[in-house]
């Protein structure tokens, strides 16, 4: 491979300026996640307890929430002196969490970042963070995809969504240049027809990515098409996946299409980068310096427990960085399976866990039978968050769309709310028949969990006569 010296100056120049410009660790924090990934055990967890400490310290002190929970649980800061002591606090239910943003905000650090969710369980949820959380944000974000290969620097091709509203004329100017000078090119992954699949890889041969970053079946299907019409002409392209589980032939047909390189992250919008693969590919190592990642079990009497090798647990995540609006013990709504700690080959000491069995999306079809990630309603959702509390879409066996949607205390939805649902489904799901229903509340699966996309069993094919179909 030639030389990139405009991706070398970017990297290790340009970037680096305009971090520390904008006042921002990130680098110094990079540098230093990169070390303590192989400190001893001992003195990782020495470094995650003296962050624990201080959160909770803060958060007893500083918000109303943990200081009632705190009081009510019998608990003082004090009775949390090593990372065990933190299953004694209480669980926090994404359902709570939306309904103390106020009473978990503190007075001081400020706010630096407020953003919804995407509402992966058909719930979206304000988040408040810090600065100082935004920069671990970064920093561990780097990191992680550092061990798949992808440096600050190279050029990048997502395959990711597009917003369901556009952004104003100046926005999407700027979003333009960032990505230009940044080297960041998107692909809607939204629609996966054969069209689609071809401009991807067309964008692949005239562009050259030095990475290729994801949803999980997004990238399966582009690779599947690549093998399929015998289309590669390329290298090894790493591949850097999320949002998505992978299954054994998945990753058959990435290494087939771009190369063997190909690893797993975990993340979400609450917390961002929660674990990593690396090149052993034995397990995710979560992010240790930022987060706590407890894999927890409910007992048939209400109590919980840690998850034990092999077995699966919800994932809870504690934010060690986010003094602004505290997360402990956050239940993300994802499952995860417990591995025992080992040593990894690679390494690092950064604890491991197993797959992530909670974000299998199932995939959707238009009417030409072209497969549509049911992951779209999330970022069509994310812009409705003040007009609609939850949603879920089922596409019937007949290949038609139902989409229940729960709307905020008005009881209903705005014309102009239905009109843009209308056309964004119009657009992914072309030839669809749409009904839009109006509930109170929708039920949730035996594990707890609000499934958002549901597809009928049987499927559905282009051969049904969709004419049949309500609307």
Not at 38 to 66: K, M, N, V, W
Request: proline share 6%.
């Amino acid at each position: 491979m030639a030389f990139d010296a405009y991706g070398a100056v970017l990297g290790r120049v340009l970037y680096p300026a305009w971090e520390r410009l904008r006042g921002r660790p990130t680098f110094p924090l990079l540098h230093q996640l990169q070390r303590s990934e192989r400190i001893s055990l001992d003195e990782l967890t020495a470094q995650r307890t003296g962050y624990l400490r201080r959160l909770i310290r803060h958060a007893y002190h500083h918000t109303a929430h943990y200081r009632a929970l705190f009081d009510a649980a019998g608990l003082h800061p004090s009775d949390i002196t090593t990372l065990s002591d933190l299953r004694s606090v209480p669980l926090l239910p994404r359902a709570i969490a939306q309904t103390t943003v106020e009473t978990r905000t503190a007075p001081y650090p400020v706010v630096a970042v407020s953003k919804a969710t995407s509402g992966s369980t058909g719930q979206p949820l304000e988040v408040r963070f810090s600065a100082e959380s935004r920069h671990w944000r970064d920093a561990t974000r780097w990191r992680g995809f550092g061990w798949g290969g992808y440096h600050m620097g190279d050029k990048a091709m997502h395959l990711w969504g597009l917003a369901a509203v556009p952004p104003s004329a100046l926005t999407r100017a700027k979003i333009a240049i960032d990505r230009k000078l940044r080297r960041d090119i998107y692909a809607s992954c939204m629609v996966r027809s054969n069209e689609n699949l071809h401009e991807m890889v067309e964008l692949i041969r005239s562009e050259r990515p030095q990475v290729l970053a994801g949803y999980g079946q997004a990238l399966a299907d582009l690779a599947r098409y690549v093998n399929r019409e015998g289309l590669r002409s390329w290298d090894t392209i790493p591949v850097i996946y999320g949002a998505e589980r992978l299954w054994d032939h998945d990753r058959a047909d990435l290494a087939q299409a771009f190369g063997p390189a190909v690893f797993e992250t975990y993340g979400c919008r609450e917390f961002m980068l929660m674990g990593s693969e690396c090149e052993a590919h034995d397990g995710l190592h979560e992010s240790a310096e930022n987060l706590i990642v407890e894999l927890v079990v409910r007992e048939p009497d209400g109590s919980t427990r840690p998850a034990l090798p092999g077995e699966q647990g919800e994932v809870a995540v504690t934010d060690l960085h986010n003094l602004a609006c505290p997360f402990i013990r956050y239940l993300t709504g994802d499952l995860a399976t417990a591995r025992a700690q080992a040593p990894c080959p690679c390494g690092r000491t950064l604890p491991r866990f197993g797959a992530i069995d909670g974000r299998i999306t199932d995939t959707m079809r238009d009417a030409a039978g072209n497969p549509v990630e049911g992951i779209l309603f999330n970022i069509l959702f994310l812009n409705m968050a003040k007009h609609t509390r939850q949603f879920q879409a089922i596409q019937r066996r007949d290949g038609s769309l139902l989409l229940k949607v729960v709307p905020t205390a008005t009881g209903r939805l705005p014309a102009e709310v239905e009109r843009l649902i209308r056309e964004f489904v119009g657009k992914h799901l072309r030839g669809i028949a749409l009904t839009i229903e109006l509930v109170t509340e929708i039920p949730l699966t035996t594990a707890g969990k609000l499934r958002r996309v549901v597809v009928e069993a049987g499927g559905w094919s282009p051969s049904h006569d969709l004419g049949e179909t309500g609307s």
